[in-house]
C-alpha cells in the first residue's frame, strides 16, 4: 500500500506531516493493505491568516483494488487531530465497504 502526502504552502514539518500521516493511515487500514493499492492525503490550511478555530482540513482518499476510490475528510485545529479524525473516519467506510462486498 503507497501512501502519497500533498500540502499546501501553508502546512509546515514536511517531514514530520509524512511521518505522520504514513503511522495513521497504517494503523487505521494497514490490515486492508492487500486491497487497498494506495491511499492519497492532502493537507490544507483554510484559513491561512487566521489562528483560530478548525481550519486545518485533511482529506484522505483510498484507492481499492477494482473499487471506486473512498474519500473522508476531518477539520481540525492542528495536523495531529485532522489526520487522526480523518483516518478514523476511513477506516470505518473501508470497514463498511469490505463488509458489504463479503456480504454479497
Known sequence: ???Q???DNNIHGREEVMTLVQTSV????GRFRDRI????AHLSDTNSHK???DD???VLEA???GLQPIAVTHQAATVELAVGGAAGKLERSVESTIGRLKDR
Open 63 to 65: 484507492r481499492l483494488a
Open 37 to 40: 493499492t494506495r491511499v492519497e
Open 5 to 7: 502526502v500533498h500540502t
Open 26 to 29: 497504517e494503523g487505521a487500514v
Open 1 to 3: 500500500m503507497q501512501v
Open 51 to 53: 489562528t483560530k478555530g
Open 56 to 58: 486545518i482540513r485533511c
